[in-house]
């Protein structure tokens, strides 16, 4: 059966430091892969999503940045954090049929 | 992104009780899907939704994927202690996921 990693489960940064999330997915091949944040108050935020290897998609214009270095491999990254950037981030994959399947999120305090 | 309106924001109801709740947009969607997140962990897919006009159960949950592909909604019946969380309708187009505001859910013992 197909599992998601994503790591680590909270992680507290300062203000103007590199960030660096991983996941990972076990149990399938070529999945598409999302990354979301969610702000205090719910809604979910598509990021970046990546339909392969080296393919990376881009919702919004922000202070982050992702890649696809493996086929279950996604990294949410930032050179320099902002308080912005606090949130919930939730990666998750997907495969033709149109269900997405989440990890457990990371929390990013931003200090 | 594609807006999608989800109503309502939260819900206090008795155990027992049954629950509805409904999920709008503008746009049209292939798939309609709901979620259930509980506090500090990821969203936990509930029901999945695939034609226009279907209705899906999974237990004491009913889903239908209304008729213009353009709201869903989904019934909580018998409620108990565990259904707290909040809830999420997400509607799938292309390679992309939008997803509801999300519903609030307290149950009272």
């Known amino acids: 059966s197909q599992t998601i990693h994503q790591w680590p489960a909270t992680l507290v940064q300062p203000v103007g430091s590199p960030l660096s999330l991983e996941c990972t997915v076990e149990?399938?091949?070529?999945?598409?892969l999302y990354w979301y944040r969610q702000a205090a108050g719910r809604g979910l935020q598509l990021l970046f999503y990546s339909v392969g290897i080296g393919q990376i998609s881009s919702e919004v214009p922000q202070n982050l940045s992702a890649s696809r270095p493996q086929d279950r491999q996604f990294i949410l990254s930032s050179k320099k954090l902002l308080l912005s950037d606090s949130g919930f981030y939730l990666c998750a994959w997907s495969l033709d049929v149109a269900e997405a399947f989440f990890g457990q999120g990371t929390r990013l305090t931003v200090v | 992104g594609q807006q999608l309106n989800q109503s309502p924001q939260s819900m206090f109801i008795q155990e027992g009780e049954d629950v509805s709740m409904n999920c709008t947009s503008s746009s049209i969607f292939n798939t309609w899907l709901w979620y259930k997140q509980d506090p500090g962990e990821g969203p936990v897919l509930l029901i999945a939704?695939?034609?226009?006009?279907e209705l899906t159960s999974n237990g004491r949950l009913t889903a239908q994927f209304g008729i213009t592909r353009k709201d869903s909604f989904l019934n909580i019946s018998a409620s108990i202690p565990s259904d707290v969380g909040i809830y999420f309708c997400?509607?799938?187009?292309?390679?992309?996921?939008?997803f509801g505001t999300g519903t609030s859910l307290t149950v009272i013992p």
């Open positions: 149990g399938t091949s070529n999945p598409n």
């Open positions: 939704l695939y034609k226009a006009g």
């Open positions: 997400a509607g799938h187009t292309g390679n992309q996921f939008y």
